[in-house]
Nanobody, 121 residues
Framework: QVQLVQSGGGLVQAGGSLRLSCTAS????????MGWYRQAPGKQRVLVAT???????NYADSVKGRFTISRDNAENTVYLQMNSLKPEDTAIYYCNADLRMRVRGSLYSYWGQGTQVTVSS
């Protein structure tokens, strides 16, 4: 079995910073992309940022220049540093990992449990 466990998040004032972490554990052979998504009340889950195993990153336009995604491949951990937070960043944030559990195995997508980020104005 595979688990993605998130930490971080909480309540912060506009302009503040938060850092999210997500660690994958279990029967993992390799992890391809890892990423962060968010879902605001009444809206669909959307991409925030992704990072490949080689370190290539991709960001939603709304967070470019404010958020930074990084990962520690040795620890199977992905981070999201969020600076200059805005009220519109308020959402539940989910981490995601596309991984294989064995050599030449199928690629599966796993999700973390979600963590609330609330930015007050």
């Amino acid at each position: 079995q595979v688990q993605l466990v998130q930490s971080g998040g909480g309540l912060v004032q506009a302009g503040g910073s938060l850092r999210l972490s997500c660690t994958a554990s279990g029967s993992i052979f390799s992890i391809n992309a890892m990423g962060w998504y968010r879902q605001a009340p009444g809206k669909q889950r959307v991409l925030v940022a992704t990072v490949t195993s080689g370190g290539d990153t991709n960001y939603a336009d709304s967070v470019k220049g404010r958020f930074t995604i990084s990962r520690d491949n040795a620890e199977n951990t992905v981070y999201l540093q969020m600076n200059s937070l805005k009220p519109e960043d308020t959402a539940i944030y989910y981490c995601n990992a596309d991984l294989r559990m064995r050599v030449r195995g199928s690629l599966y997508s796993y999700w973390g449990q979600g963590t609330q980020v609330t930015v007050s104005s």
